[in-house]
Structure formats: structure tokens, C-alpha cells
């Protein structure tokens, strides 16, 4: 081991080494505490700084080293025994031999046991200096010359020392449980900055890539200088200025240096390893090299400032460096560097880390790690890692792809979760369609089942809901016949599975099969032991029951995700989106609007790039309606449908929500005759639905009553309660005779059962002011409940009749907005200007206006135009 001693000072000025003075100021702070360290590898500078700070002191501190120190006698003691005379003799004025052997002694017994305190008293006679400066600490090595620095820091409570040091020791490690103040000044400190950089390069012709050469060499001023050095290179014939000419001369020489027999061939592969993980963990370490291996070559690499170490003992290796070893590597080892890759991935698999475990299995070309990951992590990649699990698997070819359907199935998914949708989507359904067919017969169950997940949640992100629903019956359909040992091989993603052949039920309307597949998946989820994905598959649950009118059992599920605490805390807009909908449809039954917006604003700004962006936009303009807002919810609605196609494909039955809501926004701000045009393009039963509710609030009730007697009783709770109440509301006005009718008894009955049992009552206070007003009066006459209280008297107000015009009354009123003029409109409709006069008379008349502009101002709010 090195001999250390008190040499006469410091040394003399290295002139290659910038003094700085920062670092300076630094030390000052710094050197307030017992003990300080300052670590840094060879060249960085801790020398000279030590050499500048102490200078700069009133008096002189004692300085102990190793390497400038004189050969150990023969007959010298112990390691401990030397290390411990070395910091005494510095620690103390020692005027003459005597004194000098006595220290010797000392340092003896004390190293073989003796308590340091009493032993001290011996020494009372000697002047106590008060800064000792020790220089490379990490030279003291096969003995606790740590404990030893520490214990003497205990017994003379007046000592500070300051020591340099190039490796972590177990002192910065255990700082935070030390009774003594530890500084450290670390190699950031010690790293250049970019304005040292610049000052370090002068004359290199590199100044002006002084930044990106301090990222290069993490600021190390050895790398830095390094740089230098090979920029003014004789050998380099390019450009000094252009950087890659200087890294490419740089890492040909990094590969000589690196390299056996330089190297030892054991600390080559070491860095080697090193280099693959972006940072080196020390359990990474000992996982392949052994504990004691990778400390030593840790400590070694460190030293000689090729990685950086952290606090908690992590490393890392500097980014110069390793872009030359791994060049080099992956040229002369390739199958080591994948070696290395998949040992890597399957560690961070172990330590929970899936993207890091992905980034490895996809570097080392292995498709079945990558699968594996996926299987048993799909959750939390989707989640919290979807864009970076999306671009490392977008390198893997289709025909690959179609080969590891576990790969396929989570790119779809990502896909069909994110603004990247339509043409690579679409290249997976043709993958999923053709390509895979030649080994679907051939498969295993578990791969056929992925395979046909991968069809269905492809096809469902482009658009076509119908197929991606009978690929996802025809999965589960292989699901339901699967044995158990072949539902084992799928792992995790089981649950996954059923999950998503759930959804693309859904979205396609058989709602009824999208709930079984929901609470199957949830029950997977269970038995495995995975809360998130268990809380996620209730929140499905309960978004569908919500829609389809079934509050009770939608509340049953949210208590579900209470109780797993899931939707607490942070989850990705995707997993989150069905639980805020369920959150916001049931606040609106109870018309709580302001709770509604709550819950949308968690996932709103991002509702446009995933495919459950309709039911949120409808929910937003729904909640506004519920509060009074028609017309900037009707605005904000009409801007999202002009940019349809820059948004994920919808199926028929989400475009219709659609369409309903901007035509009930249309009635509550007053344009009966415009929500009716927009009504125009829905499907026949939710055509007929809206237009029975423009009637009913233009005073026709019999137009109303004939639509909801052709619609029928059946259908979902939430078409039944919504019949039901406009059948209440039209035959109210219709038979305003003394008592209640049959009929209306009938439907308020209807509408209280389903408000008990169910909670439902929105659709019955979203009726016109008149029709809701006779509803409540006819609920109270006949003693029931129809759950109307929280709402306010009116949400849609009643409104003129739309007039009915003659097609000879819609000419003229078409010409009558295109000119002002009557001679103009007679020509139009070769008729004279008399018979123009009397046409306009009668229709001004019928649209209760009294010239041109509130003639046409009226026929637009009424949808005439």
C-alpha cells in the first residue's frame, strides 16, 4: 500500500489546470464542517484547487500525502498504524524525532485497539493545528482508513480536514447517518462549466462547441483537455472547427487506450457493460460481474475518470467514452453487446422497470424478451410510457411483427390511445388480415388469441367498429375454449385481452357482451393480484352502465375503484378516461353540472386524441346545457365537428351523440328550426327521439305523442325513461282535462320506478319549459317521486311553432335573401311586383316580423334558411 506522510506543502501549480474561483468560495463554505471532501477523478483539478485555497489561508495547514511522500521503511508498522502516525503527525506540531517516534507509537496502540481519546492526552504537550489537508484518500485501501479519519475527527473536536479523493467511499455513502457534518464538493462541482469549457478549448478552434463538448465529457477537464489535444492534433488533417472530425480522431484513439492489451481484458469487457444501461446501478453491477469484481472495477474506472458516480452509488458512464466503446463493440463483439442487452433487459424487468427492460430487449434484437416485457408489464407501458413505447417498437418490421403478436397487439393499442392512428394502423390490420394468416392454422391458442386482439383493436382505431366487434366475438369466442394451461401462456395480458375485445364490443354498440367481457377481465385481474388493471376494468363498467341508463349498477363499480384507491392518484389519460366519464354522467343525473366539469377537466385537453373523444365532447356540452350555456357549448361543439377528419375515427352511433346534443343546443338557445335540420341526418329512432322534443317545445304535442307511440317501450333504461316522459309531457298538454288521464299515469308511474330503482331523471328535466312544468304539477297531484328537485325550472325553454311555408313562400323567401330588391324578386320568380308585395305581406306575417332583415333574421334562427 502507499506510504502516507507529511510532506513539506502543496505542490507546485499544475499550468494545464484552470483555477477557478468558484471552487474556491466553495471549499470556503465547505471547509466550515469536520471533514471535507472532495472528490474527483485524475485531472480534474483537486490538487491544484487544495493548493490555491490553501495559499490563500493566513496560516499554513499541514498537508499528509501518499504520492509525494518518501518510501516506507522496512520496519514501519501496519497499514492502519502508518495511516493513523501520518494524520496524527499532521494534526500536531512536531518539533524533533522524539516527538515524531512518540506520534509512532501512539498511532501503533491506538490502530491495535487502544481508545484514540486517551491515548491523545499523551500528546497534550504538542500544538494542536486546526487544518489538515490530505491528499488521494482513495490510495488508503485494504484497511478501514476511513474509520480511522473518523474517529480521529472524534477526538479532537477542533481539527478540520479537508482530503481529495478519486473514488466513492463509505463515508459520502453513510454521510446522512454520521453524527459529524460531512461536506463534499463532487466531480459536478469539479466538472468545467460551459464558460470554463470555452476558457479550457482556446486555440483548439472548438470554442463555439463549448457546450456541447461539456455534455460530451460530462465537464471533466481530463476529457475536456483531451478534446483539446486532439483538435491541435498534427495528425488530424480535417477542419479543426467541425466537431465529428475531432470525435472520429477521438474515438479512434479512446479504442487504442480502451482496448487489450492496454486494458486488461476482464476491465474491458467491464466498461463494456458498463456502457450498455445509462446508468450503471452497482446490484446491475454485481448481477454480472460479482460484488467484489465490480466494486474493484467501479472504483478502478472511476478513478481514472472514464464514469461518474452519484451519492447513492449509482454510475455512469461518460458519454464520450461510451459512444467510442460501444462503436467499437458492436463492430468487433456484436453478439456480446447483445448478450449484455438482453442481461440488462431482463434485470430491469425484475426491478420493475419496463420501458428501460424494452429499450434493452429491442437494442438486442430479441422479440421474445420484448414479448415477455410486454406480457407481464402491457399496464404500465400503455399508461405511463405509451409515446416511448410506441417509437421503439415502430422500428420492428411488419413480417416480424407478425411473428410476436404481443409486440403487434401493444403498437395497435398505442395507436388506437394516440394522435398516431390511420396509416400505420391500418398496416397492422392488413398485417393481422394476410400476412399472419399463413401461420394462424399452425398457431398456439394463446398466439391466435393475441393475433386476432391485434385484428380487432386495429380495425376498431381505423374506424370500422362492425368488424373489429365480430373479430373481438370471434376472440373471445377462442378465449371461452382455450384450456387453462394455454390461457396461462398468455401471463398478464389475459386480462388485457378480454379487456380490449371488450371495447371494441362497446364502441360498436353491443353493450350487453362489452359488459361481460368487462367483468370477466376485472375477475382475471383479481385472481392475479394486478389493482390497477382491476380498477381500471370496473371504471369500463361503470362508463357503460352510465350510458346505457344503469346509474345504480354504474355506482356499484366506482365504489369498486374506491375501494382499490384507483383514480386517486396519477393515471394516464387513456386508463383514466372511462372513470371521469362514469364520474360525470352520474353528477349530471343528480344535476350537479359543476362536478361534471370537474371530472371532464382531468382528461379534456386531451380528449381529442383517443378514441373516446366523442362521449367527452358530448358529456363538456351536455354539462354546459345541464348549467345554463347552451351557445358557447354549441359553439365549441360545431368547431370540434368542422375538424371531424384530423380526429380518431368514430363509428355511426358516436357521431349520433353528437349530432343529438348540437341539436338540443340548437333548441335551447331558440333555433327550433335549425335543431331540426341537424336532427335531419341521425338514425330513425334518435331522429325520432329529438324531433318528438322540437316538436314538443313548438307546441305540436300531437307530433310528439305519434313519435314516441311508433318508438315502443323497449330498448335501454335511458330510452325508456326518455319516452316515458315525453309521452307524460305531450299527453298533459294534450288532455289538460280535470284529473289524470290513463295515460298519464301510466308514464309518470314509468318515470318514478325508473328514478327510484335507477336514479334516472335527466332526460325528464331536459323536457321544454311548458312540458316539464305540467310533469312536475302532474308527479306532485299524483304523489310521485320523479326525482326533479335538484334541477332548475326550466333548461330548455318553449318556443314559437316553426311556420309552416308554402313552397311558393320558401322561394320568395329564398330570393328575398339574395336581393332587396322587388323588381329583382319578381324577375326571379317571373311573377309582377304586386304579386311579390302580397306573397311578402303573408309571409312577413307568418314569421311575426315587419321587414326584410327580421325577416331573415328570424328564418335563420328558425332553420328556414
Known amino acids: 500500500m502507499p506510504h502516507f506522510a507529511v510532506v513539506p506543502g502543496p505542490p507546485r501549480p499544475n499550468p494545464l489546470v484552470l483555477s477557478r474561483a468558484r471552487l474556491l468560495h466553495a471549499l470556503d463554505d465547505a471547509a466550515a464542517a469536520p471533514l471535507t471532501l472532495v472528490r474527483g477523478p485524475d485531472g480534474a483539478g ?125 463515508i459520502e455513502l453513510r454521510k446522512a447517518l454520521l453524527e459529524l457534518d460531512v461536506a463534499v464538493i463532487g466531480p459536478e462541482e469539479l466538472a468545467f462549466t460551459a464558460e470554463e469549457c470555452q476558457r479550457a478549448l482556446t486555440g483548439s478552434g472548438l470554442q463555439s462547441q463549448a457546450q456541447e463538448i461539456r455534455t460530451l465529457t460530462s465537464g471533466l477537464p481530463r476529457w475536456v483537455r483531451f478534446m483539446a489535444l486532439t483538435a491541435t492534433a498534427p495528425a488530424c488533417s480535417i477542419p479543426r472547427r467541425q466537431l465529428s472530425a475531432v470525435l472520429d480522431a477521438g474515438a479512434a484513439d479512446l479504442a487504442e487506450l480502451l482496448s487489450p492489451p492496454r486494458i486488461s481484458a476482464a476491465f474491458a469487457d467491464f466498461l463494456l457493460g458498463a456502457c450498455v444501461p445509462d446508468e450503471l446501478q452497482a446490484s446491475l453491477a454485481a448481477h454480472i460481474w460479482g460484488s467484489q469484481n465490480a466494486d474493484a472495477m467501479i472504483r478502478e474506472a472511476e478513478q481514472k475518470g472514464l464514469l461518474t458516480r452519484s451519492g447513492d452509488g449509482g454510475a455512469a458512464m461518460v458519454p464520450l467514452v461510451r459512444s467510442a466503446v460501444l462503436a467499437g463493440a458492436r463492430k468487433s463483439s456484436p453478439a456480446r453487446v447483445h448478450a449484455l442487452e438482453e442481461i440488462c433487459g431482463r434485470y430491469f424487468l425484475e426491478q420493475g422497470k419496463p420501458l428501460e427492460a424494452l429499450r434493452h430487449a429491442m437494442a438486442a434484437d430479441s422479440l421474445d424478451l420484448a414479448t415477455e416485457i410486454i406480457r407481464h408489464r402491457a399496464l404500465e407501458l400503455f399508461t405511463f410510457h405509451g409515446p416511448e413505447t410506441r417509437k421503439l417498437l415502430e422500428g420492428v418490421s411488419l413480417r416480424r411483427l407478425a411473428r410476436q403478436p404481443a409486440p403487434a397487439l401493444a403498437l395497435a393499442v398505442l395507436y388506437n390511445s394516440s394522435a398516431f392512428r390511420r396509416v400505420r394502423g391500418a398496416e397492422l390490420a392488413t398485417l393481422a388480415l394476410s400476412g399472419a394468416r399463413v401461420l394462424f392454422r399452425s398457431m398456439p391458442e394463446a398466439e391466435r388469441l393475441l393475433l386476432i386482439l391485434v385484428e380487432a383493436v386495429t380495425l376498431r382505431g381505423s374506424g370500422q367498429l362492425d368488424r373489429s366487434a365480430a373479430r373481438a366475438r370471434s376472440g373471445l369466442q377462442t378465449y371461452m375454449e382455450m384450456p387453462l394451461t394455454e390461457r396461462e401462456r398468455i401471463g398478464p395480458l389475459e386480462s388485457v385481452a378480454v379487456a380490449h375485445l371488450g371495447i371494441s364490443l362497446w364502441r360498436a354498440g353491443a353493450t350487453e357482451e362489452a359488459e361481460s367481457a368487462f367483468t370477466q377481465a376485472a375477475s382475471l385481474a383479481a385472481a392475479q393480484h394486478k ?92 354539462s354546459d346545457l345541464v348549467a345554463g350555456n347552451p351557445e358557447p357549448a354549441a359553439a365549441r361543439l360545431e368547431e370540434v365537428l368542422s375538424h371531424r377528419e384530423g380526429l380518431p375515427p368514430t363509428g355511426g352511433t358516436e357521431y349520433a351523440l353528437l349530432v343529438r346534443m348540437q341539436s338540443f343546443l340548437m333548441l335551447a338557445a331558440g333555433f327550433p328550426g335549425r335543431a331540426l335540420a341537424v336532427a335531419g341526418s341521425l338514425p330513425k329512432t334518435q331522429r325520432d327521439l329529438v324531433t318528438a322534443r322540437i316538436h314538443l317545445a313548438t307546441g305540436q304535442p300531437g307530433k310528439t305523442l305519434s313519435a314516441v307511440i311508433r318508438l315502443g317501450t323497449g330498448g335501454s333504461l335511458r330510452r325508456q325513461a326518455e319516452v316515458a316522459g315525453l309521452s307524460a309531457a305531450a299527453r298533459l298538454q294534450l288532455e289538460p282535462g280535470p284529473g289524470l288521464a290513463p295515460g298519464v299515469k301510466l308514464e309518470l308511474a314509468r318515470l318514478s320506478v325508473l328514478y327510484q330503482s335507477q336514479g334516472l331523471r335527466l332526460s325528464t328535466a331536459l323536457l321544454p319549459a311548458g312540458g316539464l312544468e305540467r310533469v312536475r304539477d302532474a308527479a306532485a297531484e299524483a304523489g310521485l317521486d320523479v326525482g326533479l328537485e335538484p334541477f332548475p325550472a326550466s333548461v330548455i325553454g318553449s318556443t314559437a311553432g316553426i311556420p309552416e311555408l308554402t313552397p311558393r313562400e320558401l322561394a320568395i323567401l329564398n330570393s328575398l335573401a339574395q336581393s332587396g330588391s322587388l323588381a329583382e324578386i319578381a324577375g326571379m320568380q317571373f311573377v309582377s311586383v304586386n304579386t311579390v308585395k302580397s306573397q311578402l305581406r303573408g309571409l312577413y306575417r307568418k314569421l311575426g316580423v315587419t321587414g326584410r332583415d327580421e325577416a331573415l333574421n328570424e328564418a335563420l334562427r328558425r332553420g328556414l334558411l
Open 46 to 170: 483537486k490538487t491544484t484547487l487544495l493548493q490555491h485555497w490553501a495559499t490563500a489561508r493566513e496560516r499554513p495547514a499541514a498537508w499528509v500525502s501518499a504520492r509525494r511522500s518518501p518510501m516506507a521503511p522496512v520496519e514501519q508498522p501496519g497499514p492502519s498504524a502508518r495511516f493513523l502516525a501520518a494524520l496524527l503527525a499532521g494534526a500536531f506540531e512536531v518539533p524533533g524525532p522524539a516527538e515524531a517516534a512518540l506520534i509512532e507509537k501512539v498511532g501503533r496502540e491506538a490502530a491495535n485497539g487502544a481508545e484514540l481519546r486517551s491515548m491523545l492526552t499523551r500528546l497534550a504537550h504538542l500544538a494542536a493545528r486546526d487544518l489538515l489537508i490530505l491528499e488521494d484518500l482513495h490510495l488508503a485501501t485494504g484497511f478501514p482508513a476511513e474509520d480511522l479519519l473518523l474517529d480521529l475527527l472524534r477526538a479532537m473536536p477542533g481539527l478540520r480536514i479537508v482530503a481529495s479523493t478519486a473514488a466513492l467511499g463509505s
Open 531 to 622: 389493482p390497477d388493471y382491476e380498477g381500471y376494468y370496473h371504471s369500463l363498467s361503470a362508463c357503460l352502465l352510465a350510458g346505457r341508463g344503469d346509474l345504480t349498477g354504474a355506482a356499484h363499480f366506482l365504489r369498486l375503484c374506491s375501494t382499490l384507491d384507483w383514480g386517486t392518484g396519477e393515471l394516464h389519460h387513456y386508463s383514466e378516461t372511462p372513470l371521469r366519464l362514469a364520474e360525470a354522467l352520474t353528477a349530471l343525473e343528480v344535476g350537479d353540472a359543476a362536478a361534471a366539469k370537474a371530472s371532464l377537466a382531468r382528461v379534456l385537453d386531451r380528449a381529442d386524441a383517443m378514441e373516446l373523444w366523442p362521449r367527452v365532447r358530448y358529456l363538456d356540452a351536455l
